[in-house]
């Protein structure tokens, strides 16, 4: 069968049959270009067929391979070129040279890093042929890829822990997160940006153009006061400007989103969205306290200065700028007689009350205390000013009723009127006061535009201050004294003490120049001090039976000094207690009455008398005389003085007197000038006498040469009166 076989390729392709010389050349010659080095050997391990490649791979010689050669000598060789084995050379060349030849297969690694697939299979004449394949390039290109791939896959992985991290960091925001592309679409959002804006959370995912999320947003009403239009425009455009931008935007539902706009190299951009309206609230609620008066929640003074600076800038030409500052009057009364919360009540009702007058252009501002300011801007002519004026004095002077009770207070208002009285705020501030301070003066109740002589007043007034300050330690006071005359036994019981000041310019100033002013900034307080003092000791001097009369200001029960000043006093010069007299008028009693009261009743418990000045003048409230057990009533000089044509005024002197001794109480007539005066009030009962009549006020020296020099006997006829 085989033989037939072979006969018939012979004879289906006779010329392909090559001749056995030449094709044993032709064989020879394609073992040699092969790609493969080849050895072949016999079984005594010796070379028959060497090929070129091998002869390369190797860097042989042909005599090296040359037929017969031991295949040891080019195992050795290969182990001269680096060929690594693992164990030593000559044991591995004996292990291959010395074992049948079976077939095999083998990596083989050269310190070179080349890398050689070696076969070997056995032929069947015992010998064998070897191929070495250099597949140094293929091994490293499979390496490669094989790092590339494992690459790969860590990058993989790590995209994927990452995309976990982010998805898991997104959703955990407290802020809305969204990611845009350059098309302006949604490439991914978070969920706190969906519930922020009250968004479907199905309705937007990747791809959802930003025109349908603005839509889903004004729908939800989570939109800023602005069309949809507008709104849009406004946001493709910080979208296009391709520049990082940070915006707060109010919501028409009342939240406050701070928007965090930041591009990105492709040209979308992220955006945070973060919910600041708590912080937001907080801020307006600093900012608010910043500029309002907590109790009335009325601007205040910071407040009122920016609005007066801003009417200011605004209003001009034909429109004027009015600031009222009013002061309330009696409102320490309701804080002493109804307590503090109440007066914190009245003031609230004050603040709405101002409010229902203001218009929206105007600004109120509570300056502290009983102190409002309003800011009447614009005004065309002052009598709109007058208006507001009118109105408010009247609408103050309503009755409160707090807690059940009732109370009132008045007010007084002083108006600056720009551009006239100023053109700055602090200008007409101060002008507004200075003509507060004379509507006060004149009266209270009432209003007073600024005039520029209120301004040359205050300079005046506060000269006087600087003057008065310095003539205490300078020595220029001193007291006058004026007999105050028994009209039953006739004879003088004791002296009033009147202070006058010896300016050493004005020359002599009179108690009612500078008696306010020193009450006014509480200078009333050492200068009374010393008035105590120097009266205790001029009567220290007088015979026994003579008093001294000091008057006191409400001013100085204020504190706690008056007490120990007047018992000091009185010990430093040994007078008896009952020889001093000290007369308050109703003004006293106005104030912080619990205190006062306790202050009298304790220095007529050391046997010093009290005297209610000026009676008829103030309230004439007869509780105060109940209130207080007075030993002396002193009818004011303007009863006595037309006592003799009015007979209203002797009506009330009568009356006054008849109180006073159905009370236990003397009844002093000042200001006596005439006989027909003395007579009149003699008549209707009246039992001391003081005034012109019998003498003026003198200087002590005056007084002791005029009326005590006769001493024991000092009492002075009423003929020899000084006139
Ligand atoms: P006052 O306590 O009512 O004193 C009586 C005033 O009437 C005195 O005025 C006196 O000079 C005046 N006067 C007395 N008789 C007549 C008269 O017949 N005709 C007229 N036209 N006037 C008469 P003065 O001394 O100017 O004192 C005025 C007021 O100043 C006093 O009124 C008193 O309230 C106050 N004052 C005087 N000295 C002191 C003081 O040392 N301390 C305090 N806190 N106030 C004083
Ligand atoms: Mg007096
Ligand atoms: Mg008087």
Redo the contacts with the bound molecule.
């Keep these: 069968m085989a033989t037939g076989k072979r006969h018939m390729t012979d004879r289906d392709q006779p010329a392909m049959v090559p001749e056995p010389g030449n094709l044993q050349m032709r064989l020879e010659e394609a073992l040699h270009n092969l790609s493969l080095g080849i050895v072949i050997f016999d079984r005594d391990r010796r070379v028959i067929f060497c090929n070129r490649r091998y002869v390369e791979m190797y860097g042989l010689t042909p005599e090296q391979v040359k037929p017969g050669t031991p295949t040891s000598a080019l195992i050795q060789h290969r182990l001269n070129l680096g060929l690594k084995v693992r164990m030593a050379p000559e044991q591995y060349i004996r292990e291959r040279v010395g074992r049948d030849i079976a077939l095999d297969t083998t990596v083989q690694e050269f310190t070179d890093g080349r890398i050689i697939a070696y076969a070997v299979r056995p032929l069947p004449d015992g010998g064998g042929i070897a191929t070495h394949e250099d597949i140094t390039e293929r091994e490293e290109l499979h390496a490669r890829l094989k790092r590339q791939y494992e690459l790969g896959r860590e990058q993989e992985e790590a995209l994927r822990i990452r995309n976990v991290q982010f998805d898991t960091a997104i959703n955990n925001m407290s802020q809305g997160l969204c990611f845009f592309d350059s098309d302006h679409r949604l490439i991914v959002c978070n969920d706190r940006f969906t519930e922020m804006y009250d968004i479907p959370p199905d309705k937007v995912g990747p791809g959802t153009p930003l025109t349908d999320i603005v839509d889903l947003r004004y729908e939800a009403g989570s939109f800023p006061a602005m069309s949809r239009d507008e709104y849009l425009l406004w946001r493709t455009n910080v979208a296009v400007s391709n520049e990082a931008k940070d915006s707060i935007v109010d919501l028409k539902n009342g939240k406050t989103f701070k928007i965090r706009h930041r591009p990105m190299p492709d040209l979308g951009w992220v955006a945070t969205h973060e919910d600041i309206t708590e912080q937001r609230q907080a801020e307006v609620k600093i900012e608010h306290m910043a500029h309002h008066d907590a109790l009335t929640d009325l601007a205040n003074r910071a407040l009122l200065n920016e609005r007066l600076e801003q009417a200011l800038a605004r209003f001009h030409g034909g429109q004027m700028v009015a600031v009222h500052h009013l002061d309330l009057d009696q409102f320490k009364a309701v804080n002493d007689t109804f307590g503090h919360p109440a007066g914190d009540k009245l003031l609230r009702i004050v603040a709405d009350r101002l409010r229902a007058l203001a218009r929206e252009t105007d600004t109120i501002a509570r300056m502290g205390g009983d102190e409002f300011v309003i800011v009447q801007a614009p005004v065309s002519d002052p009598a709109e000013a007058t208006m507001l004026a009118q109105q408010i004095i009247a609408w103050i002077s309503e009755p409160y009723e707090i807690d059940g009770q009732q109370a009132s207070v008045g007010t007084s208002i002083g108006i600056a009127v720009s551009p006239g009285d100023g053109d700055a705020p602090d200008k007409l501030l101060r002008n507004a006061d200075l003509a507060l301070y004379r509507a006060k003066g004149d009266g209270r109740g009432t209003f007073r535009f600024f005039e520029p002589a209120m301004d040359e007043q205050m300079q005046a007034r506060r000269i006087m201050e600087q003057d008065l300050r310095k003539a205490l330690p300078a020595g220029e006071f001193e007291?006058?004294y004026?007999p105050v005359v028994n009209l039953e036994s006739n004879e003088i019981s004791g002296f009033?003490?009147?202070?006058?000041w010896n300016h050493p310019e004005a020359g002599q100033i009179?108690?009612?120049t500078f008696?306010p002013l020193a009450?006014e900034i509480g200078f009333?307080v050492p200068?009374?001090e010393w008035?105590i003092r120097e009266?205790c000791f001029a009567a220290s001097r007088w015979p026994e039976h003579l008093n001294v009369a000091?008057?006191?200001?409400a001013a100085?029960f204020r504190g706690s000094s008056l007490l120990p000043v007047i018992v000091n006093a009185l010990a430093a010069c040994g007078l008896h207690p009952t020889r001093l007299e000290i007369?308050i008028?109703e003004t006293v009693l106005l104030q912080d009455r619990e205190a006062t009261l306790a202050v009298l009743h304790q220095l007529r418990a050391l046997g010093i008398r009290i005297a209610m000045?000026?009676f008829g003048t103030g309230y004439s409230s007869l509780t105060y005389l109940q209130s207080f057990p007075f030993d002396k009533i002193?009818i004011?000089?303007s009863f006595v003085?037309d006592i003799t044509e009015n007979a209203g005024s002797l009506y009330i002197v009568r009356a006054v007197a008849a109180l006073a001794n159905g009370m236990g109480m003397a009844a002093t007539a000042?200001?006596?000038?005439t006989a027909e005066q003395l007579d009149k009030i003699a008549a209707v009962g009246c039992t001391e006498m003081?005034?012109?009549?019998f003498s003026?006020?003198l200087p002590v020296a005056e007084i002791e040469r005029l009326f005590l020099s006769r001493f024991p006997k000092p009492v002075a006829a009423k003929n020899s009166a000084v006139a």
Aim: net charge negative; glycine share 8%; no cysteine.
């Design positions: 007291l006058y004026q009033e003490a009147l202070i006058r009179p108690p009612s008696i009450e009333i200068l009374g008035v009266a000091v008057n006191i200001s100085q007369e008028t000045d000026d002193k004011d000089r003085k000042e200001g006596v000038e003081q005034g012109f009549l003026k006020p």
